[in-house]
């Protein structure tokens, strides 16, 4: 079946420090969604990409789809104590069949020290 | 409110025991999701229904979990004979799908967290 791996688990990153999670599928996604959960909560949308090494921004993150459309990352620049939560993946195999099923990764656990 | 309502919020109860779990979707959605999140774990694909149709199962899905979503608006999770194992948050999600490569965004539910004694 799809899996859907992210690096790392855990990252504890000084307040003002960049932040990175990569998040990579064994098979090729026809789209990857990122999803934030924050402590206590539910996962809540970020953004879809969709093209074969599309990049997207949304002010201090940076969304990549990789050109085989098998990895992502996700990049904050300048973090902030409001980054706190676990950043999650999610592919849809791009099977040609149809289906709607979404993986997530694991997650990557964001701390931030002020 | 025009979220995706799920309820109970918690539930506790004995092993051996049945339960049952609510989601109301957004009510233009037409995909509705099951999920199921341990701690320090992603959700973990349980169903999905488009419309009232169950298009998807997970094959690790065991024969005591089954849903249903009639009419194609709310669904509801039975777990028949729990275990302690299926102690997790129960996740429900809807989505207004538009095609292979449409937006396919999940809007999740706060959830029903299951604590089987």
């Known amino acids: 079946g799809q899996q859907v791996m992210q690096i790392p688990q855990y990252q504890h990153v000084q307040e003002g420090e960049d932040f990175t999670t990569y998040c990579n599928s064994s098979t090729t996604l026809s789209n990857i969604q990122w999803y934030k959960q924050r402590p206590g909560g539910h996962p809540v949308f970020l953004i879809q990409l969709v093209k074969s090494g599309e990049v997207k921004k949304q002010k201090r993150l940076t969304f990549q789809f990789g050109e085989a459309k098998k990895n992502s990352s996700l990049h904050i620049t300048a973090t902030q104590t409001t980054d706190v939560g676990t950043y999650f993946c999610a592919g849809t195999r791009d099977s040609g069949a149809g289906s709607y099923q979404l993986t997530f990764g694991k997650g990557t656990k964001l701390s931030v020290i002020p | 409110d025009t979220g995706v309502s799920q309820n109970p919020r918690h539930k506790i109860t004995k092993r051996g025991q049945n339960v049952t779990f609510r989601c109301d979707p957004i009510s233009e959605h037409n995909r509705l999701y099951w999920y199921r999140q341990t701690l320090g774990q992603g959700p973990e694909f349980l169903t999905y229904?488009?419309?009232?149709?169950?298009?998807?199962k997970s094959r690790l899905l065991s024969d005591r979990f089954s849903a249903e979503r009639p009419k194609g608006s709310f669904s509801t999770l039975e777990i028949q004979r729990t275990e302690q194992g299926d102690s997790a948050m129960y996740l429900c999600?809807?989505?207004?799908?538009?095609?292979?490569?449409?937006?396919?965004?999940?809007?999740f539910g706060a959830g029903s967290r299951l604590t089987v004694l």
């Open positions: 999600a809807s989505s207004l799908g538009q095609g292979i490569s449409g937006a396919n965004v999940l809007t």
């Open positions: 229904f488009q419309n009232e149709a169950q298009l998807e």
